[in-house]
């Protein structure tokens, strides 16, 4: 546990070795350069597979003895069924019956749906995850239960980790909303349909093993092709992947929450006064409440100017989707999938593109698009006075979220981070984060209730809004403000041990998450 | 003196509140036991207050429970002082710090478009209610309030009015209807109020009665500045007497109608088109014009109904109504809008502030168009038309540009 300690690049304090493995420190941006080749999986024989192309097993514990599942091995899933996945607690129920032991849990993303896990993680199933820890795994993981220690990842380096070879995966398994026997696969039909698959793409391309599992089995070929099959080594059909009302919402609402509506409306004023729109530009907005309603007023200014933007990246709802069949958008790439409306569109709207983590957010590729976009929407549990934006764990220290896209959009041109000034007396802007996810150098504009303040590197942005009339403050001034609303909150008091480290888009560590003290 | 009183909610739906249970005892000491959502960041802050409030009292021995939600301290003052005061007879106030931000007053004709009601003992929906910038916020003691929840909320109503920033909203407090109400007026007056509610209103006495307390009250405390009043017509007989009430005292400002009750009072149930209250509002607007204060329509409860709010809206300022409560934030700027002029007033307001200041500076008393003389009423009003429409951009700064080339 004794792990030897360093400090990186952004002052932080972070272990040199974690579950055995040498780590790099956060160096600054472009300062890593690891060198040699992306990893390999094992080079495979179509003859070994069979020629009619039907590689269906009778179910799953099948395949996971086909694919060799023993102790101590990677273990990834995709978390296109978000809080409505079935797939990924089977997996480990099964290895817990076979007595599998020591796993690494491999998810692109956990949910609620996942505290299942929590009983594999008891009974030495899992030996640790990496990946985003949600909820209670969250919980857990910051109480010191896990064995091993907790590895965050961004979306982008995730598959970062996986092409670096730096988390080998031995066996994926893949939900799919549609499949064929070959192992073609896409989220756009069936009864637990979501849209994309680009989560999966990663690990079909690299690990050892693959296994698709669906509830949809299709005659060849399944078409679009997500997921080639040329990459899948076995075919599971099971009678339900998911629960469709937790996949995508039927409905998604925006935020009726009038303080989330003030920041919303003002974010997109400061947009607007900043000259970051204009015609043909691009943007992201979330699916989150206040991001969906910022959405709506960026769709109502470019009606009002006459104008379109040409590209946006979802998280894709029924309002990027109107946007995009209004005319006010003209090319929506889709990592994500989150209602039926959007769904639908994908299907049938060539426009609305699905694209992987691969092409929007890999860092160690030949460019990646996040650094073209002009303005991005992101959320915050903190930020400090220097700017720097925590994610993951609140101000009580508990790690509650994942990283998900977030490290990697801030490559974009204008990062804007809409957030409430506190939150049920909790002060959003501290000193210093709990946990430093994002460094402030790239965290351009916080925009509250109360006030916008604009990171100081970013002149011309102070400049434009100069004399816009909107309530521009320096970050210190809203901090004071949230403190003689509040009260000066105290820190939190925290163990010396390490119980999840964060990566940053490079693979290096850019923080580590302390146990919570247990009364 | 011993005993055991509880105050504040509690519950999944309940955040920035606190419920405290109260048991003063003999002996013991002082027992806390703190159950808080904040308890990391602000546990140590909270014990501390607590124990400040109990030493202000002099209790020396009790059981105190909090169960908090994210309370700011104002609200946990508050709460523990009604469960103190509930269990020990004392006038002493535990008041939190009056913000300086807060010590303004109002003129009596200020804009009253809207009036923003919050329920009077519900902390968490008045924290950032004045940055949706509507022209009032009321914290409500009446008909918001449950019977058994009165007494606890002027507490908070009081610590409100002080600690609260009310970001330039005037400060309003609907008391509970006269007679009942004036026991409110000793927790509001005191604290910078800038207008009272007064509901239920039928009768010019009630008005009467509310003055004396009032005149009486500010010479105890020593207050300056005006405290304006609004009626609030909610009854049959409110509505015959509406003219009376309105011109009863130089304080009323304004006369609002509220139409929930008065539809009950006719044993009839409101409707979108309105007719059944089309004479009452009629006879609000007229009574109120005639004494020469600011009539003020009925709120509009469909909260997610905006484009029915536009129209209701519309219809209001068309009956001649000036403001209309608001029972949720999203409904100021709609309300705003819809009450702003249109048009053709503005292109009116522009021609009659041209002419007014056309007389300044040539040293004339009296403004003329063309051949007909202008009121100083009615250059005010113009000259406010021009304001909202400044305020809201229908207009230029530089609108008055048309008028110099002309000439």
């Known amino acids: 546990m004794a792990a030897e300690l360093v400090k990186n690049f952004v002052g932080r304090t972070v272990p040199a070795e974690v579950n055995g493995k040498k780590q790099v420190p956060y160096l600054g941006n472009g300062k890593y350069r690891p060198e040699g080749h992306r990893y390999g999986p094992p080079l495979v024989c179509a003859e070994d597979y069979p020629a009619d192309g039907n590689k269906v097993v009778p179910n799953l514990k099948e395949a996971l003895q086909a694919a060799g599942l023993k102790d101590g091995m990677v273990i990834s899933t995709h978390h296109h069924l978000r809080n409505g996945d079935l797939v990924a607690n089977e997996v480990f129920k099964i290895a817990s019956e076979m007595k599998i032991k020591d796993l690494v849990w491999f998810p692109s993303a956990s949910f609620p749906c996942h505290a299942e896990i929590i009983k594999y993680l008891d009974d030495g199933t899992i030996h640790h995850i990496e990946g985003s820890m949600n909820g209670p795994l969250g919980k857990y993981c910051s109480m010191g239960k896990m064995r091993g220690t907790a590895i965050l990842r961004s979306h982008g380096g995730r598959y970062q980790a996986v092409e670096d070879g730096e988390v080998i995966i031995d066996i994926a398994v893949l939900a799919a909303p549609e499949a064929d026997a070959f192992g073609n696969a ?16 990663a ?3 690299y690990a050892h093993k693959s296994i698709i599992v669906t509830d949809n089995l299709v005659p060849f070929p399944c078409i679009p092709m997500q997921l080639h099959g040329n990459y899948i080594d076995y075919v599971v059909v099971v009678d339900k992947i998911g629960i469709p009302e937790m996949i995508v919402s039927g409905t998604t609402q925006i935020t009726k929450s009038p303080d989330r509506l003030l920041i919303a409306e003002l974010t997109a004023k400061f947009i607007e006064a900043a000259g970051l729109i204009y015609d043909e530009f691009s943007f992201q907005a979330g699916a989150g409440g206040t991001s969906l309603s910022i959405g709506i007023y960026i769709h109502e200014i470019l009606k009002r100017k006459g104008w379109r933007a040409r590209w946006s990246i979802g998280g894709t709802t029924k309002y990027s989707t109107q946007m995009l069949e209004e005319g006010q958008l003209e090319y929506m790439l889709d990592g994500q999938t989150f209602d039926h409306n959007a769904v639908e569109s994908m299907d049938k709207n060539d426009n609305h593109y699905a694209i992987s983590v691969f092409h929007t957010y890999d860092y160690h590729s030949k460019g990646f698009y996040l650094s073209m976009m002009d303005v991005v929407v992101l959320g915050a549990t903190e930020v400090d006075v220097n700017f720097n934006g925590n994610v993951i764990t609140h101000s009580d220290g508990l790690l509650l979220h994942g990283i998900g896209g977030w490290q990697n959009c801030l490559f974009a041109k204008c990062t804007i981070l809409p957030i409430p000034l506190f939150r049920n007396r909790m002060p959003v802007i501290l000193d210093q984060v709990t946990t430093l996810v994002g460094p402030g150098s790239m965290v351009d504009v916080i925009v509250t209730e109360r006030g916008i303040a604009i990171n100081p590197l970013r002149k011309d942005l102070i400049d434009k809004t100069r004399h816009s009339g909107l309530p521009i403050k320096t970050i210190e001034q809203l901090k004071a403000e949230a403190e003689a609303i509040c009260g000066k909150p105290a820190k939190p008091e925290l163990e010396d041990d390490i119980v999840a480290i964060i990566k940053w888009v490079d693979g290096t560590v850019i923080d580590s998450v302390r146990k919570v003290k247990t009364k | 003196m011993t005993g055991k009183a509880t105050a504040g909610n509690t519950g999944s739906s309940v955040r920035s509140d606190c419920f405290v249970s109260l048991e003063i005892t003999k002996t013991g000491g002082i027992e806390i036991n703190l159950d808080s959502k904040v308890e990391v960041l602000y546990g140590e802050n909270i014990r501390q207050e607590c124990r400040k409030v ?8 009790c059981l105190l429970e909090v169960i908090d939600t994210g309370a700011l301290n104002f609200v946990l003052q508050a709460r523990l002082e009604a469960a103190i005061r509930a269990i020990i007879t004392t006038d002493k106030e535990y008041l939190p710090e009056m913000l300086a931000q807060n010590l303004y007053s109002t003129e009596k004709d200020r804009y009253r478009r809207s009036r923003l009601y919050l329920p009077g003992n519900t902390p968490k929906l008045a924290i950032n209610a004045g940055l949706h910038q509507p022209d009032g916020i009321i914290l409500d003691l009446e008909d918001s309030v449950a019977p058994a929840k009165k007494y606890e909320t002027r507490f908070l109503v009081r610590n409100t009015l002080r600690a609260l920033d009310f970001y330039g909203a005037e400060r309003m407090v609907r008391i509970n209807q006269i007679p009942k109400g004036l026991e409110d007026l000793e927790f509001v007056l005191p604290h910078n109020v800038n207008l009272l509610l007064i509901p239920k209103c039928e009768d010019p006495e009630q008005i009467e009665v509310l003055e004396e307390v009032i005149g009486e009250m500010k010479h105890k405390y020593h207050i300056e500045h ?9 009854s049959a007989l409110g509505v015959i007497k509406a003219y009376e009430i309105a011109s009863s005292s130089p304080y009323i400002v304004g006369m609002a109608i509220g139409l929930e009750d008065y539809t009950a009072d006719l044993g009839t149930q409101r409707t979108l088109a309105g007719n059944e209250t089309f ?3 009629c006879q609000v607007v007229n009574a109120a014009r005639a004494a020469g204060i600011q009539p003020i329509d009925s709120v509009f409860s469909d909260v997610s109904d905006m484009e029915g709010l536009a129209a209701n809206v519309q219809n209001s300022k068309q009956l001649g109504f000036d403001g ?15 009450y702003a002029p249109d048009v053709s007033e503005i292109e009116k307001a522009k021609k009659i502030v041209n002419a007014f200041i056309i007389a300044e500076e040539q040293g004339l008393g009296v403004v003329a168009l063309g051949s007909k003389m202008i009121d100083p009423p009615v250059v005010k009003r113009a000259q406010r038309t ?4 400044l305020k809201l951009k229908k207009i230029d700064a530089n609108w008055r540009d048309e008028f110099l080339k002309e000439d």
């Not at chain 2, 109990?54 to 021995?61: A, E, P």
């Open chain 2, 324 to 338: 209309m409560g608001c029972i949720h934030p999203r409904q100021i700027p709609v309300i705003h809008e819809n």
């Open chain 2, 386 to 389: 021009i304001d909202i429409a």
């Open chain 2, 54 to 61: 109990l030493d202000f009292y002099d209790i020396k021995h």
């Open chain 2, 279 to 281: 004479f009452a509002r």
């Open chain 2, 226 to 234: 005006p405290i304006w009043l609004m009626p609030i017509i909610e």
């Open chain 1, 186 to 201: 896409n989220g756009l039909h069936g009864p637990s349909a979501c849209g994309g698959l680009g989560f999966g793409l």
């Open chain 1, 203 to 205: 690990d079909s391309q």
